[in-house]
């Protein structure tokens, strides 16, 4: 069955701190796809990262980096000096390619805090 | 603005009311997703379309519950006999298909945010 699961409900850091956000999911498919949302405190969102399951390459994208590992099935997220801005929940997000037909499961998401 | 929007943003309704919302997704989209979201926990997904084929329903919905996309464009969502449980944020989602099989990102509306008294 699909699950994702994100085990910190809440980090608090503090501006310029690196901070990473953890992802697990469980899936029984060889293809799949994983996801990272952003949900600002304005409520809608945002789509930040799309990963399938054959291509483990890990990806940069100025301040963000993603690191997918299916030997733990992890697919974290690393916010490199954090800034004011970038509090929010974030939500890692499953969808199975053969056998879990076309729902994408969310996790509980991370609330991020970033403090001055 | 040609991003996914919905109608109402708010609805406030007492149980055992029908209430019925619009999702307008983006227009070159053919999927479209709605999905449930209480305070502190990620989206539920509700059910999928492809164009106007409701091809997906969770198994969490409930017989009171609805939805349609009729000419495969905008969407929407009936819960009738509300109750307090219902009370929710009801996300609208639309993506393209680029190729079968393959799972593109997202793009989310506001939502509607429903309060059932």
């Known amino acids: 069955a699909q699950k994702v699961t994100q085990a910190q409900t809440e980090i608090s850091v503090v501006e310029k701190e690196d901070v990473t956000l953890d992802c697990v999911y469980e899936?029984?498919?060889?293809?799949?796809?994983l996801f990272w949302y952003k949900q600002p405190p304005s409520g809608e969102l945002v789509f930040l990262i799309r990963?399938?399951?054959?291509?483990?390459q890990n990806e940069i994208s100025g301040r963000y980096s993603w690191n997918f590992q299916k030997s733990t099935s992890s697919f974290n997220f690393t916010i490199t000096a954090s800034q004011v801005v970038d509090s929010a929940v974030y939500f890692c997000?499953?969808?199975?390619?053969?056998?879990?037909?076309?729902?994408?499961?969310f996790g509980a998401g991370t609330r991020l805090f970033v403090k001055a | 603005d040609t991003g996914v929007s919905q109608d109402p943003r708010h609805k406030i309704t007492k149980r055992g009311q029908n209430v019925t919302f619009r999702c307008d997704p983006i227009?070159?989209?053919?999927?479209l997703y709605w999905y449930r979201q209480t305070l502190g926990q990620g989206p539920e997904f509700l059910t999928y379309?492809?164009?106007?084929?409701?091809?997906?329903k969770s198994r969490l919905l409930s017989d009171r519950f609805s939805a349609e996309r009729p000419k495969g464009s905008f969407s929407t969502l009936e819960i009738q006999r509300t109750e307090q449980g219902d009370s929710a944020m009801y996300l609208c989602?639309?993506?393209?298909?680029?190729?079968?099989?393959?799972?593109?990102?997202?793009?989310f509306g506001p939502g509607t945010r429903l309060t059932v008294l």
């Open positions: 379309f492809q164009n106007e084929a409701q091809l997906e």
């Open positions: 899936t029984r498919d060889t293809t799949y796809y």
């Open positions: 990963r399938n399951s054959f291509d483990e």
């Open positions: 989602a639309s993506s393209p298909q680029l190729a079968a099989y393959s799972y593109n990102e997202q793009f």
């Open positions: 997000a499953l969808s199975e390619g053969d056998t879990g037909g076309f729902k994408t499961i």
């Open positions: 227009s070159e989209h053919n999927r």
